[in-house]
């Protein structure tokens, strides 16, 4: 198939009624662009920068000076608002990387890609500066705990990964279901929301082996 799609894979707040976006086309090799738009106009887009290939994920820092994306090789652009400057880390996550998210103190991004794999990368440094093998499913989504010193990872086989941060040592995991665990987000320090490929939302208390209730049904996966 050789006719493009656009898509929007992502959107992050980056302050003041403004956002940023990654994007891909059908052809997932190809390279894809990183857009900047404001919330009450989303009509004229500005282009930030490029990927290699499709973005798929993308964050930024809470001053919004710092707008990170990853792709479907696992490259990880960082960008630099002020300066307008995009630095390109080939491979820094391996493989596909279907998620990152920034750190509370806006020093790292922390990814996970489809081999199962964490990965925390230090902005000031910029090396990984720490990961964690969780499976062999990809990581779907990462959420951190109200109080900072938890993560929760979903994954491709149904299950949640529980972490202690910053030392990424394992608490254990929940099995929501047989589907691909698509979203995850901490609704208190104990109980977590959890978007399923089973078309079911799902409240889960955040401890090893907790039992699911599903609390919405939905047409399609949650994602």
């Given at each position: 198939?050789?006719?493009?799609?656009?898509?929007?894979?992502?959107?992050?707040?980056?302050g003041?009624?403004?956002?940023?976006?990654?994007?891909?086309?059908g052809?997932?090799l190809?390279?894809?662009?990183?857009v900047?738009?404001?919330?009450?106009a989303?009509g004229?887009?500005?282009v930030?920068?490029?990927?290699?290939?499709?973005?798929?994920?993308?964050?930024?820092?809470?001053?919004?000076?710092?707008?990170?994306?990853?792709?479907?090789k696992?490259?990880?652009?960082v960008?630099?608002?002020?300066?307008?400057?995009a630095?390109?880390?080939?491979?820094?996550?391996?493989?596909?990387c279907?998620?990152?998210?920034?750190?509370?103190?806006?020093?790292?991004?922390?990814?996970?890609?489809?081999?199962?794999?964490?990965?925390?990368?230090?902005?000031?440094?910029?090396k990984?500066?720490?990961?964690?093998?969780?499976?062999k499913?990809?990581?779907?989504?990462?959420?951190f705990?109200?109080?900072?010193?938890?993560?929760?990872?979903?994954?491709g086989e149904?299950?949640?990964?529980?972490?202690?941060?910053p030392?990424?040592?394992?608490?254990?995991?929940?099995?929501?279901?047989?589907?691909?665990?698509?979203?995850?987000?901490?609704?208190?320090?104990?109980?977590l929301?959890?978007?399923?490929?089973?078309?079911?939302?799902?409240?889960?208390?955040?401890?090893?082996d907790?039992k699911?209730?599903?609390i919405?049904?939905?047409s399609?996966?949650?994602?």
């Amino acid at each position: 198939v050789d006719t493009e799609s656009q898509w929007i894979t992502a959107i992050a707040p980056v302050g003041d009624g403004t956002f940023v976006a990654g994007s891909a086309t059908g052809l997932l090799l190809r390279p894809s662009s990183v857009v900047h738009f404001q919330a009450d106009a989303p009509g004229p887009i500005e282009v930030l920068y490029e990927h290699p290939a499709a973005g798929w994920t993308v964050a930024a820092t809470s001053d919004g000076k710092t707008v990170a994306s990853a792709d479907y090789k696992g490259n990880l652009v960082v960008y630099d608002v002020e300066s307008k400057k995009a630095t390109t880390h080939e491979n820094a996550f391996e493989r596909w990387c279907q998620k990152i998210v920034i750190t509370p103190d806006d020093q790292a991004v922390v990814a996970g890609n489809e081999s199962g794999k964490i990965f925390v990368w230090s902005l000031s440094d910029a090396k990984v500066s720490s990961s964690a093998e969780l499976g062999k499913a990809s990581i779907t989504s990462i959420a951190f705990s109200p109080n900072k010193t938890q993560l929760a990872a979903t994954d491709g086989e149904g299950k949640v990964h529980l972490l202690k941060y910053p030392g990424l040592e394992s608490v254990g995991t929940i099995t929501v279901g047989e589907e691909t665990a698509w979203c995850v987000a901490y609704e208190s320090e104990a109980s977590l929301i959890v978007g399923s490929g089973d078309r079911n939302l799902y409240r889960v208390e955040a401890k090893p082996d907790a039992k699911p209730a599903s609390i919405a049904k939905g047409s399609d996966w949650f994602t």
